[in-house]
Nanobody
Framework: QVEVVDCGGGSVQVGGSLKLSCTAA????????MGWYRQAPGKKREEGEL??????????KYIDSVKGRFIISQDKTKNTLHLQMNSLKIEDTAVYYC?????????????????????WGHGTEVTVSS
């Protein structure tokens, strides 16, 4: 198991921005895909939605509902994965989890299906209100 620590959530109004951060051991970024899931209110974590993945080769993908608004990136100097969330909508309200490894490196958002990860952060809450 690799420790993954996520943080950066908070409360914002519609249209606002938040930046989530996730730290993990540096070698994970070269070996595994890393991504952000979100668990909407009233749903179990297992019912969560995979939002974005940074693959081990550095490429990134997103689900359609966040394309153009969210940006996933790596800060190599700090072994940190970020999720910059802009133009936030009420439907973005969720607990966001950073995750690493497992099948993330093979995720295809066009399939409409999620994949599982091995290492998980504890989650950070994002609330978007009108």
């Amino acid at each position: 198991q690799v420790e993954v620590v996520d943080c950066g959530g908070g409360s914002v109004q519609v249209g606002g921005s938040l930046k989530l951060s996730c730290t993990a051991a540096g070698y994970i970024f070269e070996k595994c895909g890393m991504g952000w899931y979100r668990q909407a209110p009233g749903k179990k974590r297992e019912e969560g939605e995979l939002v974005s993945v940074r693959y081990s080769d550095g490429t990134t993908k997103y689900i359609d509902s966040v394309k153009g608004r969210f940006i996933i990136s790596q800060d190599k100097t700090k072994n940190t994965l970020h999720l910059q969330m802009n133009s936030l909508k009420i439907e973005d309200t969720a607990v966001y989890y950073c995750a690493a490894c497992g099948a993330l490196n093979w995720w295809n958002p066009d399939s409409g299906e999620s994949v599982d990860a091995v290492n998980w952060g504890h989650g950070t809450e994002v609330t978007v209100s009108s």
